[in-house]
Every structure is written in structure tokens, then in C-alpha cells.
């Protein structure tokens, strides 16, 4: 009896809480869909939109950077009237570099601040994590933190990738290897085994399919695997690889220096990610000639019009930050988005700003190359800077240049 | 070609064999499975890479690091272990995992979470030695790890606590009982397993580079590494060790890159079938 009794209390507590998200569930509901009446997060004097970085996780130090840069731009197009009168307030939500936690951050965002549109989430795997929801619920996703294709390809109407993705840096690297005329080229190649990792060697692989190049090795690399590279090499140089691409982040030093204790010189490629100058810092004389690329003008480029105003605001502003490639990243991502919402006009919606973001064509005013979005395009950026290190830094051996 | 690979992994297997050392020294005196292990490797290591970039020179910046290793065993004993001796090994490993958490993000507060790189005071390139190719940095890791095994060896033999310890890890009521100062023998095992584990760091952080996630890499490969040596055996901590590092060496070349990854474990899981106690293990006996 006493079973019974306890059984009874137990369903009749789980028919109130089931009854009472029901009814929850049902007051939110009406807020969430987008009228066009009420466009969330839009204001006559104030377009709010949301930013969600890693802020206390593993690249907690790049999502910080990327905020500071963001603010800088916004501020700058704030005290210049804003857009259409409306001033650009922007909150940042943490994810700690976890999907899960991004998922839950853009809902905060979504439902608790109201905010108009998503911006720069950091990390190939918390943006991805994002798609159903942008999808469903319709919300612009603008300049997500990555260089993953998947970012573009295959087409997402919401999302608006700005950073030309890693499977194409990877063939325009093979044009150019091939186009400087080297011969008997046999590929070879040391991949982080995750989605960045993949995404390059899909780059790697089409490259070398298009020139008639034999791939002779392939060599994951797993973070948190052994921080030893070896073997990998040895096994490498005995199938006679003579260009290695290097899908790698800051393990990039540690395979130059093994191959250089080994005395093995093929020539190395690494990605947008290897170009970071300390990379070829630390490598010391064992990166001379390592060939990187970069997706978008470094922030001391002497004139280009984004590189200059990124180098006057920081010094207006706040003259004590460093300038650094990843604070112009935000920056550059914030010009983007600013653009956006100037060709979406003056009455904005969600929608009207996924129809102003496809107005943009040959869009030079962000330290990308040129950007172009079309009703089925979403890739943004697609040509890249090719860099070569010499005397221990990485300098451009080519400007902008794309698959064609 | 063979032989490059495998003293690839004689090296890497040393480094494992050094933390793994200092995990089952732990274990066996205090019955604490330290799963903080790798994290006072990495804490030292940090704290090495100060040192030495305040241009104080290798050998002064190696003798205060260790000697900060003695303090953090001396301070792990006191606020870790002693409260957990003689509790179920649950709450062990609970502590030691939330000391790990902590220890990755004091030094990301402290120093960074970003990579830092140091340069090896020894040349990393390889010589030609007729049938095999080694670098002067690989012989030294290998050496160290070796003498190292030896000191061990030779204090558990003759030094009265060395002795101590033996007896406490056998028994520690009767060695109480016979007059081994164990709380001094707890002490010491820590300070040993701490110093060791400095040892590792200091010599695998030119390859390896500084992260607050390397103690992690390192510590999860020494846990099997003890378990393949028989969890508990000082000479199979070594075996254990060397036996990972050479296997891991050899799977990344000769076998699909889709397999590699798991061969390790799967040797691990093939010994522990066929004996449970480890190479070197001895079947532990309960009497009822």
C-alpha cells in the first residue's frame, strides 16, 4: 500500500511538471516566430545583434581577440551616426569551444536578449552546431569563425561564410607548386583528425587529382595523440614524398624541426591557420621556405583601406591592445555584417537582410578578398595569399590569387 | 629504417615510462590511483620554461625546478593524500581528476592556453651511428630515464626509507607497527613521484611543446602504460612504458592509418586476457 501510494504522488508530480512546460512551452512559442511586424532586436535607434566566442575554453585568447575587434568596428560605426540611424549593440555569449554550450548560448541569445541576427561564432564544430537552429527559426548567421567549407558548401540560406574555405587553399597551393614549374612532385601530407583536418585533405587531394599527382601518403594526427611526428615522417620519406601539406595548427613547428633533425627537406605546405608568424618563430631555421597561406590582408598591410582605419581606431580607441591578425579577423567580420545591414535598407527584417547580404558583389571593403554573394552563394571569399618564409617570417610571394 | 622508428619510440616510451613510474609508486604506498599525474609533469614543466627563459642557464633552472617539484609533492601530500588514504579508491580518483582540472587552468591563468615552444639544450638532429640514426636529445632522454630507474632501483634496495617504503606498500599497519614512520614514507613517495614527473616534463617540452593539455596527453598513455606492466610493478612501469611508446612508433608506420591509433589498446586489452596481472605483474592474493 505504502508502494502504491508513493507511485501515485510520482505520476501525478510528473503529469504537473509535463503540464506545466507545456504551458510554458506554448507562452514562448508566439515570440519566437518572426512577423513582419516585429522584426526582434530592431529599434529605430538600435540593431542588437548576437556573438558568441570562446571566452574561457581552449581558444579562449582568439575569442576575446575577435570581440575586442568587433567592438572596435562598431563603435567606430556608431559614433559615425550608425546604420540608417541605428546603432550596432552587440552581446557575446561563451561556449567554451563546446557545440553543445553554442547550441545553448544562441538560444539564450534568441529568446532571453531578442537578438536580431547571429555574428562570428568561433569554431568549425560550435557553428556548425548552430545550423538546424538558424534554419528553422530563420535567423542570418553572418561571418562565422571558420575556414570550413562546410561553412558554404552545401548551401545554407542563413549562413554567410566570409573566409575562403581550407579545401580550396589546399588546390590553390597545388596550382601554384605546380605552376612554379616543380616536377616528379609525389604529395604527401600530416592531417589534424577532425574537421579541419578533413576539410584541407579534401583541398589536398582535388589539387593533386587535377594535376595528375600521386598522393603517397596520408597521416592523421589526433590532439592528444603522441607529441611525437617522427615515424610519421620516416614513413613519408620512404614513399618519397617530396611536398608535404601540413593540416596542422601549432603542431606545424614540431614536424619542421623533426624533419629538419632528420635531414629530410621536401617542401612544406601548411594552412591559414600555420601562417600565424610565431609559428615560423618558433620553428626557427627549420621553416625557411615553408609555404603558408592567408585569407585575408594581415593587419599591417601598408595600404590597404581596411588594414589603415583598423590601425587608426586601434589608436584611437584603445591605443594599449596589441594589433594581431585575430582582432582584425572580428574587425574584419564586422565590416562585413555592417555592409549587410546597409544593403538590407532601412526597414529591416531578417529576410531583407539575407536579401542584402545577396545584393553584395565584389564587396572590397573588408581585409578579404573581393566578397561576392549570390540567391545560391554563400562562400564569400575565394581566393587567398600565398606565403613563403624567409629570413623567419612569412612573407606574400603572390597577392590574391583563386582557382582559376 | 626499423630502427629509427624504434628508437623514436624508446624515447616517447621513456617519457611514458617515467610518468608512469611515479603513478604506480603512488599507488603502491598509498593505494591512490594519482590521476594528476601528468598535470604535476605539465606544472613543472611551466615552471622550467620560466626559469630557463629568464636566461638563468640550464643547470641552475633545472636544479630549482626541482627543487619546486619537491614542494609540490610535499604540497599534494599534505592537502590531497593525506585525507584520502585509507578511502575507497572512488574518492581518489574523483580528487585527483578535479586536481588535474585545476592545476590545467591555474597554469592558463598563470602563463597561457596558448602553445609556448622551448629550445632543446641539446642538438635534436640525427647521427648516423652505421645501423641506426639518433640525435644527441633522444640519447639524453633515453639516459636520464634510465638512471633515473636505477636511483629508484637502488634506494627502494639499500636506503632505510627506501626500504620503509617497500614495507608500507606490503603492509602498512605491521610497518606501522614495527616502526616505519609512514606518514615520512607517504611524504617521500610524493616528493619522488613529483621530482620524476619534472624530470619527464623538463625533457619532453622541446618536443612536445608547452600546453596546459600536455600532462593530459602524456598522464592518460602512462595509465595504460602501468596497467600493460602490471599496475603496481616498478620494473613493469618501465616495461610498460617502453613497450607503448615502441608499439605506437611501429603502428604509425606499418599499419593503415585508419588502425593505428587503436593498436596500442588493443595489445593492452590482448595482454590483460591472457595475463590480467600485466608482463610483469604478480596475481594479487586475498585471503578470506
Redesign the interface.
Known amino acids: 500500500m505504502e508502494n502504491l501510494k508513493a507511485v501515485v504522488i510520482a505520476i501525478i508530480l510528473i503529469v504537473v511538471i509535463v503540464l506545466l512546460f507545456m504551458f510554458k512551452a506554448e507562452e514562448v512559442s508566439p515570440g519566437i516566430t518572426d512577423t513582419e511586424e516585429v522584426t526582434p532586436g530592431v529599434t529605430d535607434t538600435e540593431v542588437l545583434i548576437g556573438n558568441i566566442q570562446d571566452l574561457s575554453g581552449?581558444?579562449?585568447?582568439l575569442g576575446g581577440e575577435l570581440k575586442h575587434g568587433a567592438e572596435l568596428y562598431f563603435r567606430h560605426v556608431n559614433e559615425s551616426g550608425g546604420v540608417y540611424g541605428r546603432k550596432i549593440k552587440m552581446i557575446t555569449e561563451d561556449h567554451q569551444y563546446n557545440p553543445a554550450m553554442s547550441l545553448g548560448a544562441a538560444k539564450k541569445l534568441l529568446d532571453q536578449d531578442g537578438v536580431f541576427c547571429l555574428f562570428n561564432v568561433i569554431g568549425t564544430a560550435p557553428a556548425t552546431a548552430l545550423f538546424d537552429l538558424v534554419q528553422e527559426r530563420e535567423i542570418p548567421l553572418i561571418a562565422p569563425a571558420t575556414n570550413a567549407s562546410t561553412m558554404s558548401n552545401p548551401f545554407k540560406r542563413y549562413v554567410f561564410a566570409t573566409d575562403t574555405p581550407y579545401d580550396a587553399q589546399g588546390r590553390i597551393m597545388s596550382n601554384y607548386i605546380v605552376g612554379r614549374g616543380d616536377t616528379d612532385i609525389k604529395f604527401g601530407a600530416i592531417y589534424q583528425?577532425d574537421d579541419f583536418g578533413k576539410d584541407c585533405l579534401k583541398g589536398i587531394r582535388e589539387g593533386a587529382e587535377a594535376h595528375g599527382i600521386e598522393v603517397v601518403g596520408?597521416?592523421?594526427f589526433?590532439?592528444?595523440?603522441?607529441?611525437?611526428f617522427?615515424?610519421?615522417l620516416?614513413?613519408l620519406r620512404?614513399a618519397g614524398a617530396t611536398h608535404i601539406f601540413l593540416a596542422l595548427v601549432?603542431?606545424t613547428?614540431?614536424v619542421l624541426?623533426?624533419a629538419?633533425?632528420?635531414?629530410y627537406s621536401p617542401q612544406f605546405l601548411g594552412f591559414a591557420p600555420a601562417s600565424d608568424p610565431k609559428v615560423a618563430q618558433?620553428a626557427g631555421t627549420a621553416a625557411e621556405g615553408f609555404i603558408t597561406n592567408i585569407y585575408m590582408v594581415p593587419p599591417s598591410h601598408p595600404t590597404h583601406p581596411s588594414a589603415v582605419l583598423y590601425r587608426e581606431l586601434l589608436a584611437k580607441y584603445d591605443p594599449e591592445h596589441t594589433p594581431g591578425f585575430y582582432n582584425f579577423y572580428g574587425f574584419a567580420g564586422a565590416q562585413v555584417l555592417a555592409e549587410g545591414l546597409n544593403l538590407a535598407g532601412e526597414d529591416l527584417s531578417r529576410e531583407r537582410l539575407v536579401s542584402g547580404m545577396e545584393k553584395m558583389k565584389d564587396f572590397k571593403g573588408s581585409p578579404h578578398p573581393s566578397i561576392t554573394y549570390g540567391s545560391i552563394d554563400r562562400a564569400g571569399g575565394t581566393e587567398t595569399i600565398l606565403l613563403q618564409v624567409t629570413n623567419g617570417a612569412p612573407s606574400p610571394i603572390t597577392g590574391f590569387v583563386g582557382e582559376g | 629504417m626499423i630502427t629509427e622508428i624504434i628508437i623514436y619510440g624508446l624515447s616517447l616510451g621513456s617519457i611514458y615510462a617515467l610518468v608512469a613510474l611515479g603513478l604506480v609508486l603512488i599507488f603502491r604506498a598509498t593505494e591512490i590511483v594519482n590521476f594528476a599525474q601528468g598535470e604535476m609533469m605539465m606544472v613543472s614543466a611551466f615552471v622550467y620554461f620560466s626559469l630557463y627563459s629568464s636566461g638563468m642557464g640550464v643547470f641552475p633552472a633545472v636544479v630549482l625546478t626541482l627543487l619546486f617539484a619537491v614542494v609540490l609533492g610535499t604540497v599534494m601530500n599534505q592537502l590531497v593524500s593525506r585525507p584520502l588514504i585509507g578511502k575507497p579508491i572512488f574518492a581518489s580518483i574523483m580528487a585527483t581528476i578535479a586536481i588535474s582540472i585545476l592545476f590545467r587552468s591555474l597554469v592558463g591563468i598563470i602563463w597561457t592556453h596558448e602553445d609556448l615552444y622551448i629550445d632543446p639544450s641539446v642538438s635534436m638532429i640525427l647521427h648516423d651511428f652505421g645501423w641506426f640514426r639518433m640525435s644527441p636529445y633522444q640519447g639524453l632522454i633515453i639516459t636520464v630515464a634510465l638512471a633515473m630507474v636505477v636511483l629508484l632501483y637502488l634506494f627502494l634496495k639499500y636506503v632505510k626509507l627506501g626500504i620503509g617504503i617497500k614495507a608500507t606498500a606490503e603492509n602498512p599497519t605491521a610497518a606501522e607497527l614495527v616502526g616505519i614512520p609512514i606518514k615520512r614514507v607517504y611524504l617521500t613517495v610524493w616528493i619522488i613521484a613529483s621530482v620524476i614527473s619534472a624530470v619527464a616534463g623538463i625533457l619532453i617540452a622541446p618536443q612536445s611543446g608547452l600546453h596546459t593539455t600536455m600532462g593530459t596527453r602524456l598522464g592518460l598513455k602512462a595509465m595504460p602504460a602501468a596497467v600493460l606492466g602490471g599496475f603496481g610493478s616498478i620494473p613493469g612501469a618501465i616495461v610498460g612504458g617502453i613497450t607503448l611508446g615502441i608499439l605506437e612508433s611501429l603502428a604509425i608506420v606499418y599499419l593503415p592509418t585508419e588502425v593505428y591509433d587503436v593498436f596500442p589498446w588493443v595489445v593492452l586489452i590482448l595482454v590483460l586476457l591472457i595475463k590480467p596481472d600485466g608482463i610483469l605483474g604478480t596475481p594479487e592474493v586475498k585471503r578470506v
Do not use: F, I
Open positions: 581552449p581558444m579562449a585568447y583528425d596520408e597521416e592523421p589526433q590532439r592528444g595523440g603522441a607529441p611525437e617522427g615515424p610519421q620516416t614513413s620512404e601549432l603542431e613547428v614540431h624541426k623533426t629538419e633533425a632528420m635531414g618558433a
